[in-house]
């Protein structure tokens, strides 16, 4: 590739001090269109130039958003993976990440289960069992791992105490092994259920509000969101080498 004339290399450069990382998508959009690229950079910048959260923590929610089964970029996953051991996270609290991104699946349960209670009642089928001793026991446990509680979990620990238990045991993993500090792990939870292809909101409200009670900042917060915003430039990264494909074919002919 022909060497950037001096308004391209200065954008280049400033994305570089700013985000910390280079990639050759980049490249080809900056050639293509430096004003749009300069506008990313500003963009995507923002929260690394003003924000409070420190380097690894940040990319972990890149990583997050990316891992995420509503998404599964690998290609930003694999960036801010390697970005994040540049900045010192270790391999133990990646995993961690991925490990609670990975219980993403249950919103299907989340969502499903407020319609199934109306539906069945409707029809005058529902049948709810009264939360027994056994069920109870599992509650605790459940509060006791992951702090707190979510009536939206009460017909689900009713209906099927045996799935609810093994969900405690899977999405309880992380926080028995306790390498990231519970805010942080509630950070995760807040950009998977923030971020654009998911947009869970029952789960954004109380991660927040548990993140809060773990003493998370306003602008703590704020960061997480300036930070996944950047989500859309997906569009550019997957889309971009086709335009160029598809432009090279048309110039053949």
């Not at 209670?117 to 529902?126: M, P």
């Not at 500090?181 to 950009?191: L, S």
């Not at 998370?216 to 930070?227: C, F, G, K, R, T």
Request: hydrophobic fraction near 40%; charged fraction near 25%; aromatic fraction near 10%.
């Amino acid at each position: 590739m022909s060497a950037l004339d001096p308004h391209r290399q200065a954008i280049k450069d400033d994305f570089i001090k700013n985000r910390g990382y280079w990639m050759d998508i980049w490249e080809e959009m900056l050639r293509l269109n430096p004003e749009f690229f300069k506008a990313y950079t500003d963009f995507s910048s923002a929260p690394w130039k003003h924000g409070v959260l420190e380097p690894k923590v940040k990319e972990f929610m890149y990583i997050a958003v990316d891992a995420s089964t509503t998404h599964l970029y690998n290609m930003g996953t694999r960036v801010h993976i390697q970005n994040a051991l540049r900045h010192g996270a270790s391999e133990e609290e990646i995993f961690e990440v991925l490990a609670m991104t990975s219980v993403l699946g249950i919103h299907s349960c989340s969502l499903g289960m407020p319609v199934l209670i109306e539906e069945l009642e409707a029809a005058g089928k529902l049948n709810r069992p009264a939360i027994d001793e056994r069920r109870q026991k599992i509650k605790d446990e459940y509060i006791k791992v992951r702090g707190y509680w979510s009536e939206r979990q009460e017909d689900m620990l009713a209906m099927a105490p045996d799935f609810f238990e093994a969900y405690l045991n899977f999405s309880g993993a992380p926080w028995r092994t306790n390498v990231l500090e519970p805010k942080v792990r509630e950070f995760v939870y807040i950009a998977i259920d923030a971020a654009t292809t998911h947009l869970y909101e029952p789960g954004l409200r109380l991660h927040i509000r548990n993140a809060i009670g773990y003493g998370a900042s306003q602008d703590e917060l704020m960061e997480i969101l300036q930070l996944i915003a950047a989500l859309g430039i997906h569009t550019m990264t997957e889309s971009l080498p086709i335009l160029t494909q598809e432009v090279a074919k048309t110039k053949k002919r």
